[in-house]
Structures are given as C-alpha cells and as structure tokens.
C-alpha cells in the first residue's frame, strides 16, 4: 500500500509539472499538487507508524 501512494503522488506531480508548463488546466493544475502533497504525507505518516 505504502509504494502504491508513491507511485500515485509521483505520477501527480508529473501531472500537474506538465499542467504548469503547458497552463492549460487552470485550478486543475492545484488540486493535483494538494492531492500529490497529502499522498506523500501519507506515505510517511504510515512508515513512521509500521
């Protein structure tokens, strides 16, 4: 569970890198890098409780 939260966060925030170049999303582009950021914290707020 814990790497499939780091694959979902990696692939966001390629997502919302490519949303910031290309600007085309909008308010898109921040709810991708909000949802990457709580995916990490996540990610690290369970390891640390394992």
């Given at each position: 569970?814990?790497?499939?939260?780091?694959?979902?966060?990696?692939?966001?925030?390629?997502?919302?890198?490519?949303?910031?170049?290309?600007?085309?999303?909008?308010?898109?582009?921040?709810?991708?890098?909000?949802?990457a950021?709580?995916?990490?914290?996540?990610?690290?707020?369970?390891?640390?409780?394992?």
């Amino acid at each position: 569970m814990r790497s499939l939260l780091y694959i979902i966060a990696v692939i966001l925030i390629i997502g919302w890198l490519i949303g910031v170049v290309g600007y085309s999303a909008g308010g898109l582009i921040h709810i991708l890098l909000v949802i990457a950021v709580v995916s990490f914290l996540l990610t690290f707020i369970r390891r640390g409780s394992i």
